[in-house]
């Protein structure tokens, strides 16, 4: 019995003391990845003025590892950039309007605009905006999200 206790406190002292992620949970709190609705919603969060991380998922075991970073990336980098997770079976259109054929994959969508020439006009109520968007190529991981952010002069955090 005194085996056990000594290898318990063996190993919580490892826990407390390393720096490193050691596959322990952490305590995220509330999930902070936001659910897409619809595109209405979605053009809302992007008129935030934020960075929106888009994630386009399918049901796979890669999907399960992708919410796992997501939700750690979320709550580190909130409230400056916001995640969104489409659930590509739910809906479609929104996913095949990206022209990606490999399933999951994650896009940034930032600062919109109304569109200069919104082309032929069916219904006046509807107004049409473009967004930038870039293809997040980077390590799927808090590092990798951070790298990118960096590269491309995103505001993530209050003292960068």
Do not use: W
């Amino acid at each position: 019995m005194a085996d056990a206790s000594f290898f318990d406190r063996m190993v919580s002292q490892l826990r407390s003391t390393s720096k490193y992620y050691t596959g322990y949970p952490k305590d995220l709190g509330p999930s902070r990845i936001i659910p897409f609705t619809s595109e209405r919603q979605f053009v809302q969060l992007l008129h935030e003025g934020r960075p929106v991380v888009v994630a386009f998922t399918i049901k796979c075991t890669y999907t399960q590892h992708l919410d796992k970073v997501l939700e750690e990336a979320a709550a580190t980098f909130y409230p400056h950039i916001k995640f969104v997770r489409v659930e590509c079976p739910k809906y479609p259109g929104f996913c095949l309007t990206r022209q990606k054929t490999e399933y999951p994959f994650l896009e940034v969508f930032y600062n919109p605009e109304q569109a200069a020439n919104p082309g032929k006009i069916v219904d006046p109520s509807i107004t049409k905006y473009s967004a930038k968007v870039l293809p997040f190529n980077y390590d799927q991981s808090v590092y990798g999200f951070r790298e990118y952010f960096k590269k491309y002069g995103f505001k993530y955090s209050e003292t960068n």
